[in-house]
Nanobody, 124 residues
Framework: QVQLVESGGGLVQAGDSLRLSCAASGRTFGTYAMGWFRQAPGKEREFVAAISWSGTYTYYADSVKGRFTISRDNAKNTVYLQMNSLKPEDTAVYYC?????????????????WGQGTQVTVSS
């Protein structure tokens, strides 16, 4: 069992930066691929970024490529999402997810554990 707790969300202006963190419980964090997803009001949850268990491979949605960076520190059981040049359309609840696999995935259904989410609001 893995428990995930996100933090770092908030209200910012367009063009600002935020760094989200996701702290995981358990000794096996390094064997999970991790992902970030987001869900805006009235919309489906969508993929943002993912990272392999070793950190070697990263994946990004086209909408965030070049602005967001996913990283992980297995010694701290934490995955991060650095978000730069934020836009109003980035406003959503951001969720951290863990997948019992080496590689990350774009698909919500392939993740085994989820955090409660953290709100990110970007004003214009």
């Amino acid at each position: 069992q893995v428990q995930l707790v996100e933090s770092g969300g908030g209200l910012v202006q367009a063009g600002d930066s935020l760094r989200l963190s996701c702290a995981a419980s358990g000794r096996t964090f390094g064997t999970y691929a991790m992902g970030w997803f987001r869900q805006a009001p009235g919309k489906e949850r969508e993929f943002v970024a993912a990272i392999s268990w070793s950190g070697t491979y990263t994946y990004y949605a086209d909408s965030v490529k070049g602005r967001f960076t996913i990283s992980r520190d297995n010694a701290k059981n934490t995955v991060y999402l650095q978000m730069n040049s934020l836009k109003p359309e980035d406003t959503a609840v951001y969720y951290c997810a863990a997948r019992r696999d080496n590689l990350g995935s774009y698909y919500v259904s392939l993740y085994d554990y989820w955090g409660q989410g953290t709100q990110v609001t970007v004003s214009s």
